[in-house]
C-alpha cells in the first residue's frame, strides 16, 4: 500500500528533507484529489477600467484544498502539474467550470466583458485542445469572444505547431493575452505580428515603475498602443500605483488594491455592488 511505502521511505532520510518532502506529496495528493473529484476551484479577481475604476472582467485563478482544508498556492502545484502531465485535465477542468459559471451568473448582465483563463504551453502540446476547448463554449451557451487565454511568451512565437493553435483558436473567436511581460525576451518588434490583443505587464516591472518611475516604460506602453495592443497592469495594490499606471496609458488595472482573488459567491456580490 501506498502509506506503507511511504512511512519506510520517510524513515530513511534526513529529519531536515521530511517537512519538504511531506509538503511536496501533500500537495502531490491533494492536487490527485482534487482532480479526480472535480473539486478545483476557479477564484476570481477583478480587472478594472483604468479610467472609470468599474469591474470589466476578471482572471480566472485555480485553488485546490490540502487534506487540512487549507488553500493551496498555484505556484506551488501548478509546476507540479506542468511536470506529471496533470495540467492537462486541471485546465480542462477550470475551463469548464468557468464557462459555467460565466453562464449561470450572466457574467455580461453584471457589466463584464470578458473572463481571463490561463493556459499552460504543456495544454498545446495536445492537439485535442481547440476541439475542447469549443465544446466546452458551446455547451455553456457562451460566446467564445468572452475567453480571453493568457499565455507567457514561453508559449508563442517559436512553435509551429503551437502558432496553428493559436490561429485556430482565434479564428474560433477566442482572444489572446500576453501574461508577464517584462520578465522575459519579448519585446515590441517580436510581439508585432503576434494575434495578442492585449499585453499583461508583470507586476515586478509594475512595482519597479512605480518605485522608480522615469524608465522606457512609458514610451514602450504607447508604441505597443500604436500597434493596437491594449496594456493591463498587474500587481495594483495602492491608490497611488493605480493612479502612476493609468497616467501612463495602460487601460486596465488589476491588483490586491481592487480585491484579492476571491471564491464566485463572493465576487458576484462585489459585482452588484460596485455595478
Ligand atoms: P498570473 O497568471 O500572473 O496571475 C497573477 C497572480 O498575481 C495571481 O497569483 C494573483 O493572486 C497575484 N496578484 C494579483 N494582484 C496582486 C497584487 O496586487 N499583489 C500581489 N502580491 N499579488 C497579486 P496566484 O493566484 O497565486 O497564481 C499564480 C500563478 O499561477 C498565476 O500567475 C498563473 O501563472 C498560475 N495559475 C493560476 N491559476 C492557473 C490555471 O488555472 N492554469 C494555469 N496554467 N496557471 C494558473
Ligand atoms: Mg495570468
Ligand atoms: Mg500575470
Ligand atoms: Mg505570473
Redesign the pocket.
Known amino acids: 500500500n501506498a502509506n506503507d511505502s511511504l512511512d519506510t521511505e520517510l524513515l530513511t532520510i534526513d529529519k531536515a528533507d521530511v517537512a519538504f518532502f511531506t509538503e511536496e506529496t501533500d500537495i502531490k495528493r491533494s492536487l490527485d484529489y482534487a482532480i479526480e473529484n472535480n473539486t478545483?476551484e476557479?477564484?476570481f479577481?477583478p480587472i478594472v477600467d483604468s479610467q472609470t475604476g468599474k469591474y470589466v472582467g476578471a482572471?480566472?485563478?485555480?485553488?485546490i484544498k490540502n487534506s487540512e482544508g487549507k488553500i493551496l498556492?498555484?505556484?506551488a502545484f501548478?509546476p507540479i502539474?506542468?511536470k506529471n502531465g496533470k495540467?492537462n485535465q486541471?485546465?480542462k477542468q477550470?475551463f469548464k467550470k468557468c464557462c459555467d459559471l460565466v453562464s449561470a451568473a450572466s457574467f455580461k448582465e453584471l457589466g463584464l466583458s470578458f473572463i481571463?483563463?490561463?493556459?499552460?504551453p504543456?495544454?498545446f502540446l495536445r492537439n485535442d485542445l481547440e476541439q475542447s476547448l469549443s465544446s466546452f463554449i458551446h455547451e455553456s451557451g457562451i460566446g467564445s469572444d468572452f475567453i480571453h487565454l493568457?499565455i507567457?511568451e514561453e508559449a508563442m512565437i517559436d512553435d509551429y505547431q503551437m502558432q496553428r493553435q493559436i490561429s485556430s483558436l482565434t479564428e474560433l473567436g477566442f482572444k489572446f493575452v500576453l501574461?508577464?511581460y517584462g520578465v522575459g525576451y519579448s519585446n515590441i518588434v517580436r510581439l508585432r505580428n503576434t494575434p495578442f490583443i492585449n499585453i499583461?505587464l508583470?507586476?515586478s516591472l509594475v512595482w519597479d515603475y512605480c518605485k522608480n518611475p522615469g524608465t522606457i516604460l512609458p514610451t514602450e506602453i504607447e508604441a505597443f498602443k500604436k500597434c493596437g495592443f491594449e496594456i493591463t497592469a498587474?500587481?495594483?495594490?495602492t491608490a497611488q500605483m493605480a493612479k502612476i499606471m493609468r497616467d501612463i496609458g495602460c487601460n486596465y488595472l488589476?491588483?490586491?488594491?481592487y480585491s484579492?482573488?476571491i471564491p464566485y459567491e463572493e465576487f458576484i456580490e462585489k459585482c452588484k455592488e460596485q455595478k
Open positions: 478545483v476557479v477564484f479577481q482572471e480566472a485563478l485555480a485553488r498556492s498555484p505556484s501548478i502539474a506542468e495540467i486541471l485546465g477550470m481571463n483563463i490561463n493556459l499552460s504543456i495544454q493568457e507567457t501574461d508577464d499583461k508583470d507586476m498587474e500587481g495594483i495594490e488589476q491588483g490586491y488594491y484579492k482573488p
